[in-house]
T-cell receptor, first 116, second 113 residues
């Protein structure tokens, strides 16, 4: 697609439920990032994929959070046993890697998660 | 640990006035430096970036930023603000290979008519 696509754009769930958020990066971008943005804050790094593997998952807050990218394109962020504190906008970004790396991340519009 | 500080949470300027948004970073070496803008309902968009070389970098929409190593700063400037510049602005730093990009808390810009 033309840009980074994230679905759903809005998700309301109840405490304790399981949630999946999907990111479809720009075609040809091998690097994919997940960030979380709480109200009034900057994006907080969660995880970074290079291809299919998670190159850096140091930002995942706890083991309720997990992300996959099985074919090196679409990624899914999975949150188990959601808590009210998980409410935020989850941002996905992608970028080129290697010699054509311009350093720019291209962001999607985010998935707003509300945990009641 | 690397960190990014944007001291100003909210700035209001009149249309046509000049603008400077501050950014300071703490990092072991000179990282890559970025400014992104986030408008309501839109994704983050890159304004400009600094990797090396000329410390004054030009970006889109008439923005520029100056890297000052001695002050660990990368302040964003615009000579004359337009009403459409009202948005949230984020400074970001990243190591050379661009993973683990860290963002500041942002500065919200309001433009008065």
């Amino acid at each position: 697609g033309a840009g980074v696509s994230q679905t759903p754009s809005n998700k309301v769930t109840e405490k304790g439920k399981y949630v999946e958020l999907r990111c479809d990066p720009i075609s040809g971008h091998t690097a994919l990032y997940w960030y979380r943005q709480s109200l009034g804050q900057g994006p907080e790094f969660l995880i970074y994929f290079q291809g299919t593997g998670a190159a850096d998952d140091s930002g995942l807050p706890n083991d309720r959070f997990f992300a996959v990218r099985p074919e090196g394109s679409v990624s899914t962020l999975k949150i188990q046993r959601t808590e009210r504190g998980d409410s935020a906008v989850y941002l996905c970004a992608s970028s080129l890697r290697g010699s054509r790396n311009t350093g720019e991340l291209f962001f999607g519009e985010g998935s707003r998660l509300t945990v009641l | 640990a690397q960190s990014v500080t944007q001291p100003d949470i909210h700035i209001t300027v009149s249309e046509g006035a000049s603008l400077e948004l501050r950014c300071n970073y703490s990092y072991g070496a000179t990282p890559y430096l970025f400014w992104y803008v986030q408008s309501p309902g839109q994704g983050l968009q890159l304004l400009l970036k600094y990797f090396s070389g000329d410390t004054l970098v030009q970006g889109i929409k008439g923005f520029e930023a100056e890297f000052k190593r001695s002050q660990s700063s990368f302040n964003l400037r615009k000579p004359s603000v337009h009403w459409s510049d009202a948005a949230e602005y984020f400074c970001a730093v990243a190591p050379y290979n661009n993973n683990d990009m860290r963002f500041g808390a942002g500065t919200r810009l309001t433009v008065k008519p």
